[in-house]
């Protein structure tokens, strides 16, 4: 029996462990933290997620949320305008409902998964020894470990990675008693220029259902204001300041919201990073890097858990193609790149483009929305799968050539 070994278990290396043992493959997971403590733990995301990644969930068993979770039936968008009110304004349905399902109970429920079917699970944080030791006794060891310190195991990748500083300050906030969205319940995204986004969707938590909102705001404009705030009452206080402030159609669902609890609150901001896929131990050996590890994004796209399933889902196809051949230095570069190739490299970029301030084509496309069905609706179905976003977001020619003549916004 080949046997494997993964640092982490968060959400890819969970799914892949769970994955390789159902197809009969010895593994073992080594993680940080129990999952009593993931589960009493603080929030880690809003994990919001659309249809292949969580088709990706359901071929393996692991949905056990679809008829609990609240779903994603649209994508609205907003942008604000000079006066502080909506200047563009569209929602489209997405074409298989999304969901977000807290970490801290998608976690620890499938480290349930893993182990009742006979996975090994120890729970320590891994250094490089332990991870020596493991590529000892395993035929392959890939590296989970999200945006643990450990992933500087991996060499960052100057030519695929633009930025060497947070593109954003983030912050969430889980809270119950907003008002839903009608008639039916979905992600609502907001973008005001030279101040930031706010997004807000439903989600299951530990405490049942919740509203989980985004803060993005660019770094030094004031919505980067999260350093004062020394606790949960005063991270809720400044959440609902922002919305009266910079999204005050989002305020108006918001008068009786309060904190899921104590630790439904969450604030902090990194670099958009591209790793090599390889990392090298001090005695020679290699591991693969998968996930955040090697591609983490900025939340501003919604698409780390959709990457880490969609990525787990394709190194699991991987490894069992390579039958009983060495996991070596060539097959773990072509597991990431075919990988890359396929959608990292275009979903990285995309999501990297979009800390930008948007071009012409994107201006045109998103005023656009607001009066053409077929542009929304494309659009959002685009999510699950950014590759679909090129050409046309970023080229006026290649826009009009999919839907008819654009006006410049101006
Ligand atoms: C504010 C915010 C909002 C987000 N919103 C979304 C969203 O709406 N949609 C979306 O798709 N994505 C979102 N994401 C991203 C998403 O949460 C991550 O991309 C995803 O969890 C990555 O999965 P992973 O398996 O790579 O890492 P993780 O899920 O982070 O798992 C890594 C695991 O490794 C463990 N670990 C770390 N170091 C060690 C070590 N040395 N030894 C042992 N174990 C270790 C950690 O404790 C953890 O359990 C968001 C992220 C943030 C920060």
Redesign the pocket.
């Known amino acids: 029996m080949r046997s494997i070994g993964i640092?982490?278990?968060?959400?890819?290396?969970l799914q892949l462990g769970i994955g390789l043992r159902q197809r009969g493959y010895a593994v073992t997971i080594?993680?940080?933290?129990a999952p009593d403590d993931?589960r009493n733990g603080r929030i880690?995301?809003?994990?919001?997620?659309q249809r292949t990644a969580l088709q990706h969930e359901r071929s393996l068993g692991l949905a056990f949320w679809d008829d609990i979770a609240p779903k994603h039936d649209f994508i609205e968008f907003s942008l604000g305008g000079d006066d502080g009110q909506r200047a563009v304004h569209w929602r489209a349905p997405v074409p298989s409902p999304g969901n977000?399902v807290c970490?801290r109970v998608k976690?620890p429920r499938w480290t349930e998964e893993f182990v009742s079917l006979g996975g090994t699970l120890e729970v320590?944080?891994?250094?490089i020894e332990d991870i020596e030791a493991l590529t000892r006794k395993h035929d392959l060891v890939i590296v989970?470990?999200?945006?643990?310190?450990?992933a500087k195991l991996f060499e960052r990748d100057a030519a695929r990675s633009p930025y060497d500083k947070p593109m954003r300050a983030?912050a969430?906030t889980y809270v119950a008693g907003m008002e839903p969205t009608h008639p039916s319940r979905g992600v609502t995204f907001n973008a005001m220029p030279g101040v930031g986004e706010y997004f807000v969707?439903p989600a299951v938590t530990t405490t049942g259902e919740c509203e989980i909102m985004?803060f993005e705001g660019l770094p030094g404009g004031p919505m980067d204001c999260w350093a004062d705030v020394k606790n949960p009452a005063a991270h809720l206080q400044r959440s609902k300041e922002i919305l009266q402030k910079f999204f005050p159609w989002e305020a108006a669902r918001c008068q009786r919201i309060e904190l899921t609890e104590s630790n439904g609150t969450?604030a902090?901001r990194f670099p958009p990073v591209v790793r090599k896929p390889v990392g090298v131990l001090p005695s020679g050996s290699l591991v693969l890097g998968?996930?955040?590890?090697v591609m983490?994004?900025d939340?501003l796209t919604?698409?780390?858990?959709?990457?880490?399933s969609k990525f787990a889902h394709h190194y699991l196809e991987r490894i069992v193609l390579r039958g009983a051949a060495p996991f070596d230095r060539d097959w773990m570069e072509n597991t990431f790149e075919s990988y890359w190739n396929e959608r990292g490299k275009l979903t990285a970029e995309w999501s990297n483009r979009l800390l930008l301030p948007p071009g012409p084509p994107m201006q045109a496309i998103l005023h656009a929305a607001e009066h053409n069905p077929v542009i929304a609706r494309h659009f959002v179905e685009c999510f699950d799968d950014p590759p679909r976003f090129f050409p046309w977001l970023f080229d006026m020619g290649a826009a009009e050539g999919l839907f008819g003549p654009l006006q410049q916004a101006a």
């Not at 080594?30 to 933290?33: C, G, I, K, L, N």
């Not at 880690?44 to 997620?49: E, L």
């Not at 989970?144 to 450990?150: F, H, Q, V, Y």
């Not at 919604?302 to 880490?308: H, L, V």
């Open positions: 640092v982490g278990g968060g959400h890819a290396g080594v993680t940080d933290r993931v880690m995301s809003s994990q919001g997620m977000s970490q976690v320590r944080p891994a250094g989970a470990a999200g945006k643990g310190e450990i983030l969430l969707m985004v969450l902090g998968i996930a955040d590890v983490l994004n939340p919604g698409q780390g858990s959709n990457n880490a």
